[in-house]
């Protein structure tokens, strides 16, 4: 297993700057999880561990040995791609085999070693089965085996389970995490998806425009956002950020009304409050009121969401709640579950 080092990493193409002096450590054995929008440099960081790409400055250590210039079959590393890689022309068995086969295994240790990889994620009947035979499922357990067969010291994943649909996700995601578990292979794993970061993680690194927002365990960053970006990240839905005007001790949202809450500071902030802390009152008894937008069954819950001026906000109501779009509905905000920002750099404000 191993210790990843990123030092001061730094990654140009010409002139855009994608990866901006990037510092971290990824412990032993950790599933590390990249998450941040398209283009922020996540898939970046991960190609540069694996040696698909150069860094432009920096350094990148395993277990204290540096690995720049180390080419990336020599680095001992697993990859699991979106588009699983598979090759057309070989069966399934040999698909998990092939990094066996590069490496000169002699036959007998290559079928032991690939029955091992295909048990562990329910492959045995499909070994003999070409990839155009199989579902999308079966593909990317296909390349999660082809993975895992040599047992290498670190894992890469970039968006492995983008291709699949949301009942599969939730079948391979759960896939994933017990090999992590059971492998304990060092793992860094790459997603935009959020709901993927917070069940699979041991830490999240949410990157933004090639730098690292805030790193720390899920439940942290859900629960104690670094920024705004962080905030609006996180969470499904996302928080609700709300642009507020502080004067005295008068709270006001936009041209909308006066607001009797406490704000950290006075001048033009950032009101954010998560969908399930909000809750519905009685006329006369919340801070504001507002018009249904849109109404969502969701099963287990209901998703009410309001305009207010010209923005949309979301409230998380119990199950059996009905309302029509257009009907209005007064709001409390609690107290103690407001985050504050600063308006112009989004940084956290606390008190």
């Not at 670190?154 to 939730?170: I, Q, T, Y």
């Not at 809450?261 to 001048?267: C, D, E, I, N, T």
Request: aromatic share 6%; hydrophobic share 40%.
């Amino acid at each position: 297993m191993a210790l990843i080092e990123l030092r001061n990493l730094d990654k140009r193409f010409g002139t855009t700057h994608v990866v901006k002096s990037l510092n971290l450590d990824i412990s032993d054995r950790e599933f590390l999880v990249l998450l941040g929008p398209s283009g922020c440099g996540k898939t970046t960081t991960m190609r540069m561990v694996a040696g698909l790409e150069q860094p432009s400055s920096g350094e990148i250590l395993f277990d204290g040995v540096r690995i720049n210039d180390v080419p990336t079959q020599l680095r001992d590393v697993a990859m699991v791609f979106q588009n699983y890689g598979l090759y057309p022309h070989m069966n399934v068995f040999d698909n998990i085999a092939y990094p066996l086969k590069l490496q000169k295994y002699p036959m007998n240790e290559r079928k032991e070693l690939v029955d091992r990889a295909a048990a562990r994620v329910g492959l045995q009947p499909f070994l003999t089965r070409m990839p155009r035979e199989l579902s999308g499922g079966q593909r990317q357990r296909v390349a999660l085996a082809r993975a895992i067969v040599r047992n290498p010291v670190v894992f890469l994943m970039d968006e492995p389970l983008s291709n699949l649909d949301a009942k599969l996700r939730v079948t391979a995601r759960a896939e994933i995490k017990n090999l992590s578990e059971e492998l304990g292979v060092t793992t860094i794993y790459v997603t935009h998806d959020q709901v993927e970061a917070m069940t699979l993680a041991h830490r999240v690194a949410v990157m933004n425009d090639g730098v690292i927002q805030q790193l720390g365990r899920p439940e942290d960053i859900y629960n104690d956002p670094a920024n705004a970006f962080v905030a609006s990240f996180i969470g499904s839905p996302a928080m609700n950020l709300l642009p507020v005007q502080v004067i005295g001790d008068t709270v006001r949202y936009e041209e909308g009304p006066e607001l009797s809450l406490r704000a950290p500071r006075q001048g033009r902030l950032t009101m954010g409050v998560r969908a399930e802390d909000m809750q519905l009152a009685e006329p006369g008894q919340g801070h504001l009121s507002a018009s249904i937008y849109t109404f969502e069954l969701l099963g287990d819950s209901t998703m009410v969401n309001l305009r207010l001026a010209d923005r949309v906000f979301s409230i998380k109501a119990p199950k059996d709640l009905r309302l029509a779009r257009g009907d209005s509905v007064h709001v409390r905000l609690p107290q103690d579950k407001l985050y504050w920002f600063d308006a112009d750099s989004g940084e956290r404000l606390r008190g």
